[in-house]
């Protein structure tokens, strides 16, 4: 298989410091490393203590994991807009997520991931042609208990894979379909995914007498308030009560299998909150519904083992379980059991997905399967119920999907201007001053029709050196960025057009 590695150069990262690389040409010099202290930033409650425990790492490799999940998301998405059909995937590596791995299909493609902080992979197909493969594949050879439970987009490897406890039979399945062996690869395994049925997030409620399943996300349709959960739980009609037992609502509607997602329509007597439950008595606040990278990592909430973490290890898998197969679901290295199906999966501050099944438990360990978030919110034309103050990873606002047009609240700094062509102009018009270490975000807004980019410098010796940027293709950019304190300022450029624009910020 064809692969070429180019590694970025000046990107620096230890255990305690974080370190952005990556400044446009038209913006400055290579921005040099800006050590960052992770104690500065505050994590939700109880996602420390449980990465510490699933993850093996320490408290401070725990708090840099996170911080470099949150600043190389922003990174990732910016180069898969920019790469377009030639993006090949991109999936964080290392202990603390240190390293930002993009592939492409065009090795002139890879000066550009680099110069963004990024190590750049060449690989022959894109990620597109996989998705177009596993298509086939689940179309000409449906998944069996034995011989392909599980199949999935295996970006890293430029494949995709299909685990089957009869390695030969798959094999023949696949080669009588006239499918391309080189691509799509049996792997042996032992995994035998079964669905977590028993019958704020993660929080159980019930259906009927014995089934019990746990809440996953709250959500709006219109004024009628309810929450999100795993389809295997109950069909359209069924009644639930709450984990007091107390009439709580009713399935609006349910899909499984092929999907394994539904919505709950809750009474008065219930207010669903942007939370979700962590398992020791706290919350974790929901600010969006950013899906994070492979290789990220994520927590997942039930009703039965509480609050565990793993990786995100692949997306686009299809399951097939004894009562049916699903497709589109995301692989993860998390565990779960009986009863937590349905549940919430969250990175940091992100919704991810519900609880669909899977293989193991929390004793000796597991992999479990989440149906994407955003996928049952367009399905169904749900609003997630988000917090719009608690937005530290630098992702979208409250709403239903992420669109092309992003929403900015939640801001307390507003800056107001028009850029003509080629124009470029600093907000403040000075600078400002962070006397403490933490988040740098900000939100920009401007026309249709025009492309604004977005870059945050830091005062360092005797000049302004960028160290973040956002350059999307249109005017609406969004910049995290973990500094020291010190004196900053925005750059506001025009790469092309005329527009007025809004700038909303916040500092430590």
Known sequence: MFRRHAVATGCVLAVTALTLTGVPAAAGPRVKSVPVTVSAWKPPSGMLEALQRDLELTREQAQARLLNEARLTGVAAELRARLGDRFGGSWLMGTIAQTLVVATTDEADIPHIIAAGARAEVVRR???????????????????????????????????????????????????????????????????????????????????????????????????????????????????????????????????????????????????????????????????????????????????????????????????????????????????????????????????????????????????????????????????????TAGSSGDISPGTVPSGRQVCTGYPKVYTGTLNNAQSVSQPSRYYRSAAAGMHSACLDGGDGVDFDLYLQRWQRSSWVTVAGSEGAGSDERISYVGPPGFYRYRVVSVSGSSPYTLKAKAP
């Open 126 to 388: 894109s990620l597109a042609e996989l998705d177009r493969h596993i298509d086939g594949l689940n179309q000409s050879v449906p998944g069996t208990r034995n011989d392909g439970s599980v199949r999935y987009v295996d970006a890293r490897n430029n494949r995709v894979v299909v685990l089957s406890s009869e390695p030969l039979v798959a094999e023949d399945r696949i080669e009588a379909a006239g499918l391309d062996t080189d691509v799509v690869k049996v792997v042996p395994s032992t995994e035998r995914p079964r669905l977590f049925t028993d019958v704020q997030g993660g929080d159980a409620y019930y259906v009927g007498v014995a089934s019990r399943c746990s809440v996953g996300f709250s959500v709006m349709r219109g004024t009628q308030a309810g929450f999100v959960s795993a389809g295997h739980c109950g069909k359209a009609g069924d009644a639930t009560t709450g984990f007091n037992r107390v009439p709580q609502g009713v399935f609006r509607a349910s899909s499984f299998p092929e999907n394994d997602y539904a919505w709950v329509a809750v009474n008065s007597g219930w207010t669903p909150r942007p939370v979700v439950s962590n398992g020791i008595g706290g919350a974790v606040p929901v600010a969006g519904s950013r899906p994070a990278l492979e290789g990220a990592s994520v927590c997942r909430s039930g009703s039965t083992t509480d609050w565990h973490c793993g990786l995100i290890r692949q997306r686009d898998a299809s399951v097939t379980y004894p009562q049916g197969t699903i497709h589109g679901l995301t692989r993860t290295s998390a565990c779960a059991e009986p009863g937590d199906s349905g549940g919430s999966f969250i990175s940091v501050d992100q919704a991810q997905g519900v609880t669909s099944g899977g293989s193991g438990d929390c004793t000796t360990g597991g992999v479990t399967y989440f149906q994407p978030i955003n996928e049952i919110l367009t399905a169904y034309g749900l609003t997630l119920l988000a917090d719009s």
